[in-house]
C-alpha cells in the first residue's frame, strides 16, 4: 500500500495536471452529436481545444460561452442562453454538455437554473438535452472532471426500465476511464462481441476522436454513442467499469437502474485479463474463445522474453491515478519497482499500489525524484520530454496529452495483445538504450565497483 | 482594476493602429475589444495573447497565478527556439484552489515566486493576471513589487486576465508591461550605428536565424528581439536601439510606436517571408540605420548583399517553377500573412485562387488586391463545408493554412501545409522562401493522394460524403435561385457589424430611409461599426454598392 503525500509548494513547476472542465468536456466527446460547452472566458476553451487537437490530430468540438468581465461579475446567465441558442441552431447538434469553469465557480453562476429559465423560455429546448456538471478549475484534476461527468450523464441521460421490465442478458453496459484510448475502447468492443455481447460504451470515444474520415462536415463530434441508446442502457444485463474512476458512475448506473455492475480497476497486465476474460466467459455463458487462449499464451511469451530487460528497472512515472495503477503495476509484476510515482489527484486505488510512496506533485518533483533515486525508465505523458532528456533514461510516453508523437488515440495497453506490445515496446526502448549508452568498455568494470549492488545489477 | 482598465483604454487610443485612425474620437475610446459571440466563439483569450507575446524571452521565468486550467492546459505548446537558456519552456504555475479562492492567493504568489527565485535563479520573473485572481481582487502589481523590493530581482505583473478580451489585446497588454516595467531600465555595454530592435517576431521555429546572418554579415547588430530568442536584459536596454522594425504590426503596434515617441527610435513595418519583401526590408533597415547616423556605405553593402541573395533564391526556386507554375493555392490565414506569403508564392508561378482576410486590416486587403487583382476572393469567414466547395470549385490543388482547418482539406484527401504558428519548418528569408516551395511541392507530388482519392471497391461514388455535402449545398443554392424573395431574405441576412449585430437588410433600409452617405450616419442609425470598427470598410463597400443589386454566390464575392 502506497502512501498519498501531497508536495507543499506555492508553486507548481511542470504541472503534470491538466484542468477539471477539460475533463468533462472529454467525457461529452464520447457522444455522438455533441457539442461540449465550457462556462468561462474565450481562453479556457481554446487551450483545452489545442490540447486535445495537438493530441488526437482531429477536429474537436469545443465551444465557449465568452464571458467577458462584465458578465463575469454580473452573472452568465445571458451568455449560457446565447451560447446554447447559437449551437442549437447553427450547429444543430443531439446535445450539449456544459461544464463549469474557475471563473464562473468564483463568481457562483447557478447554471441548473439557469438551464431551467431557458428551458421555459424556449419551448423547442424543453426536451432537449442539456447535462450541466460543476467542474471548477481550482479543485481536482481531469480524471475526477471525466468521472463526475460519466455519473452525471448516467443520472440525467439513463431512463428507468419500468417494473417488471425484461433486461437483454446479451446487452453490457462498459462505462471507460478517461485512461483508455479509442484504440483501447475498439479492442474492448472486439473482445465483448467475440462473447456474443452487445456493448454500449459512455462515453464512445472510439466512435468520435479515432481518427477516421467522417461520415459528413459536421461541427459537432462525428460519432459516439446516441442519446436514444444512452438512454436505454437500464436494460443491459450487466455494467462493466473500468478504472477506480468509474466506481462512481457504475453506482448511479444501478441506483437509477438496478443492473448490477462489475468494476475493473485495471486491464493491463496478465492476472487482471484473466479475471476480465474469466467473467466475460460465465456472464455470457460462452467458453473463451481459442482467440484469447492464443493471445494470452503470446503474453505469457511476452513476459519470459521481457523479464531479462524489466526486471530490475528503477520505475519513475507520472500519471493520472488509473493509468498510473494500471501500467505500474504491470511493471512491478514483470519485476520492476515503482520507484518514483507522481500523481495528480486523490484515489482509492493507491492502497493496492505496490509502491511505498505516491505524490500529489508536478513533473519537477517526478525529476527531481528520479535523478536522487536513479530512476532507469521514465513513463508519463509528453510534457516529460524534456526531463526525460535531461535525465537521458528510457522514456515511454503514456496518458494525455501525447502531442508530439502520431497515433496517439490508437495506443493499446489493455487486453492480452495491448500488454503484450506494451512490454514489447518498454522492452525494445530499455534494450536500444543499452545499446546506446551502457555498452561496456575497458574501463567500465572500475566504475561498477564504486556502485552499489543494487545499483550494478540493475544498469547491466 | 482600475489601472488594468486605464491600460486598456490606453492600449485602444493607439494613433499608430489604421483602424484606430479612421474612427471618430468617442468611437475610439470606446475600444476595440469586439464583444465575443458565445457559442460562436473561437480562439484565446487576453492571458493567451500576453504569455504568447512574451514567452519568447527565453531566460526568464513566466509564471502564471491562477487554476491550474490556465498553465497546466496549455504550457510547452509554442515553437519558439532559444540559442540558450530554456528557462521559458518551463512551466510555472501557483495552481490556486479552493483555499486560495477564499482567502486570496497573494501570499501564494509571494512565495511562489520565492520559490523560483531560489531554485531557478533567472534574471526577471514575469508574473501573469488570469480570471480567478482577478476577480477575487488579488493585486499581482503589489506583491511583484513586494518580491522585487525583497528579492533584488526584477518582477514584473503582466495584468492580463483573459477575460478582458480576446488575445490581440493581451498581446497589446504584454507590450505594455514591457513598456511600464523593462525598456529603458538598464544601459548596453556599448552601443553602434547599426544596433536595431526587432518588434513583434517571435522566432517560430527558429526562422529569425534564416535572416539574422545576413544581418551579422552586414554588421547590423539586433540589439533586441521582442520577443523571439530575447533576453531580459536585452529588452530592458533595447530602448539605445537607432531603429526598429516592425514585423507583426497587429501584436506590438503599441511597442513600436511608444518607442518612437519615447526615445525617438524611428520604425517601418516590414516582413521576411518572399523574396522582394526580405531585400524590402532590408533595405528598409539600412536605409533607417543611415538616417540616424550610420554611414551611406551601408547601403551600398546591403545592395550587394541582396543582389547576390536574391540570385541564390532566384536558381533555388528555378527546379520547382516548372513543376509549380500554374498550380493552384487557397490561402486561409491571416493578418500580415495573408498578403506577404501571396507575394511569395506568386514568385514561383503559383496561382492564387483566394485568401482569407478574416484578421487582416484595410492596408493588407489592400495590397492583396494589388497583388492578386480586383476580383481577388477573400474569405472572411467560413464553414468547413463552404472551404471544402470553395476547394473543389476553384479547383484549388493545395491549401495552405492554420492547423485548426487542416482537416477540411486533410478529409477531403487535398494537400495541405501549416503556414501558421504551430508549424514544422521554418519559412522566413531568402531560404525560406525556397524551403516553402519544397514543402509545397513535396506535398502536392506525394503519391499517396491518387491512392487515398479511389473509393473503396464497395464504395458508390455518388453517395460518399462528399458528394452528398455537395449536393446538398447545390440544392440549398437551387432553392435560393427559384425563390428570389428568400435569396433576397439570405443576401440581407449577411451580418455586417459582428460586434453589434447588424445585417446588410438594416444598413441598406438606413441608407434608403434616410439617405445616408457616410459611414458615420450608418453608425448613428444603425449603431453598425459602432464596435471593433472593422466593419467600417465593409460598409464602405455597401455605400460604393449604390441602389441594391443581388449578388450570386455571397460566400465568394469579394467582401471589403
Redesign the interface.
Known amino acids: 500500500m502506497a502512501k498519498v503525500t501531497v508536495v507543499k509548494k506555492a508553486c507548481a513547476v511542470n504541472p503534470l495536471k491538466m484542468s477539471q472542465p477539460i475533463g468533462g468536456a472529454f467525457a461529452f466527446m464520447g457522444l455522438r452529436g455533441s457539442m461540449p460547452l465550457l462556462h468561462g472566458s474565450q481562453g479556457c476553451t481554446s487551450f483545452g481545444l489545442t490540447l486535445f487537437v495537438r493530441h488526437f490530430k482531429e477536429n474537436v468540438p469545443l465551444q465557449t460561452t465568452a464571458m467577458s468581465e462584465v458578465a463575469t461579475v454580473l452573472g452568465g446567465y445571458e451568455n449560457v442562453e446565447q451560447a446554447i441558442m447559437n449551437i442549437y441552431n447553427k450547429q444543430k447538434p443531439e446535445i450539449i454538455g456544459i461544464c463549469s469553469t474557475g471563473v464562473t465557480e468564483t463568481k457562483g453562476d447557478d447554471v441548473e437554473g439557469y438551464l431551467k429559465l431557458i428551458r421555459e423560455k424556449y419551448p423547442q429546448l424543453s426536451e432537449f438535452p442539456l447535462v450541466y456538471v460543476s467542474t471548477p478549475d481550482f479543485k481536482d484534476a481531469f480524471q475526477d472532471g471525466w468521472e463526475k461527468t460519466v455519473a452525471r450523464m448516467i443520472e440525467v441521460m439513463v431512463e428507468t426500465p419500468r417494473n417488471g421490465a425484461r433486461r437483454d442478458p446479451t446487452r453490457v453496459n462498459v462505462l471507460p476511464g478517461c485512461h483508455l484510448s479509442p484504440g483501447d475502447l475498439d479492442e474492448l468492443r472486439t473482445i465483448l462481441e467475440d462473447f456474443g455481447l452487445e456493448p454500449s460504451f459512455l462515453p464512445d470515444l472510439a466512435g468520435s476522436l479515432d481518427g477516421h474520415i467522417p461520415e459528413n462536415f459536421s461541427p459537432t463530434t462525428i460519432g459516439g454513442i446516441g442519446v436514444e441508446e444512452v438512454a436505454t442502457m437500464g436494460q443491459a444485463a450487466w455494467t462493466i467499469a473500468i478504472g477506480a474512476q468509474m466506481r462512481r458512475a457504475a453506482e448511479a448506473m444501478k441506483a437509477k437502474t438496478g443492473v448490477p455492475f462489475r468494476l475493473f480497476e485495471r486491464l493491463c497486465g496478465l492476472i487482471p485479463n484473466d479475471e476480465f476474460i474469466a467473467f466475460l466467459s460465465e456472464i455470457s455463458g460462452r467458453p473463451v474463445p481459442l482467440k484469447y487462449r492464443r493471445l494470452r499464451g503470446q503474453l505469457a511469451d511476452a513476459m519470459l522474453d521481457a523479464h531479462f530487460h524489466i526486471g530490475g528497472r528503477k520505475l519513475a512515472i507520472g500519471a493520472e491515478p488509473d493509468l498510473l495503477f494500471d501500467v505500474s503495476s504491470m511493471l512491478q509484476e514483470m519485476g520492476a519497482a515503482i520507484t518514483v510515482a507522481v500523481t495528480t489527484t486523490q484515489s482509492p486505488v493507491f492502497e493496492r499500489l505496490n509502491a511505498d510512496e505516491v505524490l500529489i506533485g508536478d513533473l519537477e518533483d517526478l525529476e527531481n525524484l528520479a535523478k536522487e533515486r536513479d530512476c532507469d525508465l521514465l513513463i508519463t505523458h509528453s510534457h516529460g520530454r524534456q526531463a526525460a532528456e535531461r535525465l537521458n533514461i528510457p522514456f515511454y510516453r503514456a496518458g494525455f496529452p501525447m502531442f508530439d508523437r502520431l497515433g496517439a488515440g490508437h495506443q493499446l495497453l489493455i487486453g492480452y495483445r495491448g500488454t503484450r506490445d506494451l512490454i514489447f515496446d518498454i522492452s525494445n526502448l530499455i534494450i536500444a538504450d543499452q545499446e546506446q549508452n551502457h555498452q561496456p568498455t575497458p574501463d567500465t568494470w572500475r566504475t561498477q565497483e564504486t556502485a552499489s549492488p543494487v545499483q550494478a545489477v540493475t544498469t547491466h | 482594476m482600475s489601472s488594468l482598465s486605464a491600460t486598456i483604454q490606453n492600449v485602444f487610443d493607439e494613433p499608430g493602429c489604421a483602424k484606430n485612425a479612421n474612427k471618430s474620437e468617442a468611437e475610439r475610446k470606446k475600444g476595440c475589444?469586439k464583444?465575443?459571440?458565445?457559442?460562436?466563439?473561437?480562439?484565446?483569450?487576453?492571458?493567451?495573447g500576453a504569455k504568447i507575446a512574451l514567452q519568447p524571452l527565453t531566460d526568464v521565468a513566466h509564471?502564471v497565478h491562477?487554476?491550474?486550467?490556465?498553465?497546466?492546459?496549455?504550457?510547452?505548446?509554442r515553437g519558439a527556439k532559444s540559442s540558450g537558456s530554456?528557462i521559458w519552456?518551463?512551466?510555472?504555475?501557483?495552481?490556486?484552489?479552493?483555499t486560495?479562492?477564499v482567502f486570496g492567493g497573494e501570499k501564494?504568489?509571494?512565495?511562489?515566486?520565492?520559490?523560483?527565485v531560489e531554485?531557478y535563479d533567472p534574471p526577471a520573473v514575469f508574473v501573469y493576471q488570469t480570471?480567478?485572481p482577478a476577480?477575487?481582487g488579488d493585486d499581482i502589481n503589489a506583491v511583484c513589487k513586494a518580491a522585487a523590493a525583497k528579492f533584488g530581482k526584477p518582477v514584473i505583473p503582466v495584468n492580463s486576465?483573459?477575460?478582458?478580451?480576446?488575445k490581440n489585446l493581451g498581446n497589446k497588454l504584454a507590450g505594455e508591461a514591457l513598456l511600464d516595467h523593462v525598456i529603458g531600465t538598464e544601459e548596453p555595454d556599448y552601443t553602434t550605428p547599426y544596433d536595431i530592435n526587432i518588434i513583434g517576431e517571435y522566432n517560430l521555429s527558429g526562422e529569425f536565424w534564416q535572416v539574422k546572418p545576413l544581418l551579422d554579415e552586414l554588421g547590423i547588430r539586433i540589439l533586441s528581439c521582442i520577443s523571439g530568442d530575447g533576453k531580459y536584459r536585452e529588452v530592458a536596454y533595447s530602448h539605445r536601439a537607432r531603429a526598429a522594425m516592425m514585423v507583426c504590426s497587429k501584436a506590438m503596434i503599441n511597442i513600436a510606436r511608444k518607442m518612437e515617441e519615447r526615445y525617438g527610435i524611428p520604425f517601418f513595418e516590414g516582413s521576411f517571408y518572399g523574396i522582394q519583401d526580405s531585400s524590402d526590408s532590408l533595405r528598409e533597415i539600412a536605409r533607417l540605420l543611415i538616417e540616424r547616423g550610420a554611414p551611406a556605405e551601408l547601403m551600398e553593402r546591403t545592395e550587394a548583399v541582396i543582389a547576390r541573395e536574391e540570385a541564390k533564391a532566384w536558381a533555388a526556386i528555378e527546379p520547382y517553377k516548372a513543376r509549380l507554375t500554374g498550380k493552384k493555392v487557397l490561402l486561409i490565414t491571416g493578418g500580415v500573412k495573408s498578403w506577404s506569403v501571396v507575394a511569395a508564392l506568386q514568385e514561383a508561378g503559383l496561382e492564387m485562387v483566394g485568401t482569407s482576410v478574416k484578421k487582416s486590416t484595410k492596408e493588407d486587403k489592400e495590397r492583396i488586391k494589388e497583388l492578386m487583382g480586383q476580383d481577388a476572393h477573400m474569405i472572411d469567414d467560413m464553414?468547413?463545408?463552404e472551404m471544402?466547395k470553395m476547394l473543389k470549385d476553384a479547383k484549388a490543388d493545395i491549401m495552405l493554412s492554420g492547423?485548426?482547418s487542416q482537416?477540411?482539406a486533410l478529409?477531403a484527401a487535398m494537400p495541405w501545409l501549416d503556414i501558421n504558428q504551430?508549424r514544422q519548418h521554418a519559412y522566413m528569408g531568402y531560404v525560406g522562401m525556397v524551403k516553402l516551395l519544397k514543402e509545397i511541392d513535396k506535398a502536392l507530388y506525394n503519391p499517396m493522394w491518387a491512392q487515398l482519392r479511389r473509393p473503396a471497391p464497395w464504395e458508390n461514388a455518388a453517395t460518399n460524403?462528399q458528394a452528398?455535402?455537395m449536393a446538398q449545398m447545390d440544392a440549398e443554392a437551387a432553392a435560393l435561385a427559384a425563390d428570389p424573395v428568400r435569396a433576397d431574405e439570405v443576401r440581407r441576412a449577411k451580418k455586417i457589424c459582428n460586434c453589434r449585430h447588424v445585417d446588410l437588410g438594416t444598413i441598406e433600409d438606413a441608407i434608403r430611409d434616410h439617405a445616408l452617405t457616410t459611414v458615420e450616419g450608418i453608425r448613428d442609425r444603425t449603431g453598425a461599426s459602432g464596435g471593433c470598427g472593422a466593419c467600417s470598410v465593409r460598409i464602405e463597400d455597401v455605400l460604393a454598392a449604390g441602389p441594391v443589386v443581388p449578388q450570386p454566390m455571397p460566400m465568394l464575392v469579394a467582401a471589403e
Open positions: 475589444t464583444q465575443l459571440q458565445p457559442g460562436g466563439a473561437a480562439g484565446g483569450c487576453a492571458f493567451d509564471l491562477g487554476p491550474i486550467a490556465c498553465e497546466g492546459n496549455s504550457w510547452d505548446n530554456n519552456r518551463t512551466g510555472f504555475t501557483t495552481d490556486i484552489n479552493e486560495d479562492v501564494r504568489l509571494y512565495k511562489a515566486i520565492k520559490e523560483i531554485k480570471c480567478v476577480m477575487i486576465p483573459g477575460f478582458v478580451g480576446p464553414a468547413p463545408r471544402y492547423g485548426k482537416f477540411v478529409k504551430e460524403w452528398k455535402a
